[in-house]
């Protein structure tokens, strides 16, 4: 449901709540994996994860104003949203296994955006 009426598009409205749920979870994964003891071995990962935020967090801007380059930047969003899975997949704590299905159902969500 938007919030003030400017999105009128399932799909949208869909993308826009995956996208806060993916920004939100890899913001808690980053600030996990700073604490684990490998944390030189998960630099990637932690690259992809702030990525992934700032990424979301433009989707979400750019969705919430309708502009003409949503489905542009959904497309991207939908890459980084996948690098990233594939980096949080390689970790077996508790915190990158749940952060990397996240980051593939925003994926898949930007996926029909774009």
């Known amino acids: 449901m938007p919030i003030v009426g400017n999105i009128h598009n399932e799909d949208m409205l869909l993308c826009l709540k995956s996208c806060k749920l993916c920004l939100q979870a890899c913001e808690e ?3 996990l ?19 992934c935020t700032d990424i979301c967090a433009i989707a979400i801007k ?3 104003r309708g502009s003409k380059n949503a489905s ?18 390689m970790h077996e704590d508790s ?20």
């Open 95 to 114: 915190h990158c296994p749940k952060c990397a299905e996240i980051c593939k159902d925003c994926a898949e969500y930007c996926e029909n955006m774009s």
């Open 33 to 51: 994996c700073l604490r684990e003891d490998d944390v030189k071995d998960r630099i990637e990962c932690i690259e992809s994860l702030r990525d």
């Open 29 to 31: 994964c980053l600030s």
């Open 62 to 64: 750019v969705m919430s």
């Open 72 to 89: 542009k930047v959904c497309k991207a969003c939908a890459e980084i949203c996948r690098e990233c899975e594939k980096h949080c997949s």
